[in-house]
């Protein structure tokens, strides 16, 4: 799992959930004048806890682990991110009938009867499950909830556009072997020849200027997670670009990008928008 992937909107329901298991164990009911009275927690009540906590961070935790992994995982051809949504939301709807009828039909008992107040753990649940539904439903609508919630590093110094980092695979600044895929030679070494290999008298003649409209290799980061697509046009993504991650562009055609990944999968990126170049 790639926590690159996650996005602001992944965190604000990752907060969320950790406020919802924080209120379940506070009073979900209160007396007036009862003060010494020990009061029962979300974990003392059943269709509280399985309608309400723990469906609210099912929800959450299937939200979070369909962003993190490279290809979201699906149940009966349905995503689980979208069955988060689902759980995120009915939990919201649960406790705001509890927040309306707190004790249930226990208030109905008997002839002037009254049930029990509100407590806080009941509104410190309604809020959470709140906060959770809104940020399931509006992440991916909403760009500043897009955003890396963790954002790509930044190389050791800025490159010209089309320039090699000198840098290993996946990140800027490391040892780059000259025989790497993609790789640029040092000046008066000739392409693919490795370090300390005699080089023949012709190569330490300058080298010609690359002509301008020439596509050379370079490194890049993409703000969000994107799909890469085979090269043959099919619409299966083969892989996904991570946030916080280099990938080496080694062909570019039209809009789109040829890209390799750190297992040497090549694949065309169809969305260049935003992207980093190192």
Not at 104 to 132: C, K, M, R, Y
Request: proline share 11%; net charge negative.
């Amino acid at each position: 799992m790639n926590i690159r992937s996650l996005t602001r909107g992944d965190g604000v329901v990752i907060g969320a959930a950790v406020l919802l298991l924080i209120a379940s164990f506070l009073d979900i009911y209160s007396y007036d004048g009862a003060a010494n009275l020990d009061m029962p927690n979300a974990w003392s009540s059943a269709p509280l806890l399985l309608g309400v906590v723990l469906t609210g961070i099912a929800g959450a935790a299937l939200i979070v682990l369909a962003r993190g992994l490279p290809q979201a995982p699906k149940v009966l051809g349905i995503d689980l991110g979208h069955i988060g949504v689902v759980f995120a939301v009915l939990s919201a709807w649960s406790a705001l009938a509890n927040i309306f009828d707190p004790a249930g039909g226990l208030n109905n008992v008997g002839e002037g009867s009254s049930g029990p107040d509100v407590g806080t753990g009941l509104i410190l649940i309604l809020i959470a499950t709140l906060v959770l539904a809104a940020a399931a439903i509006a992440t991916p609508l909403v760009p500043a909830l897009k955003a890396a919630l963790v954002g790509a590093p930044k190389p050791p110094s800025p490159q010209p556009y089309g320039g090699q980092p000198q840098g290993g695979y996946g990140y800027p600044g490391a040892q780059q072997p000259g025989a790497s895929f993609g790789g640029q030679p040092q000046q008066g070494q000739p392409f693919g020849a490795q370090p300390g290999q005699p080089q023949p008298q012709q190569a330490q003649a300058p080298q010609a200027q690359q002509p301008g409209g020439e596509f050379s290799p370079f490194w890049f980061a993409v703000p969000v997670a994107r799909p890469l697509f085979a090269e043959d046009g099919s619409p299966t993504p083969i892989a996904e670009l991570a946030p916080g991650t280099w990938y080496l562009a080694v062909e570019q055609r039209g809009p789109s990008l040829v890209a390799q990944t750190q297992d040497g999968r090549r694949g065309v990126l169809q969305d260049t928008s935003g992207i980093q170049r190192g």
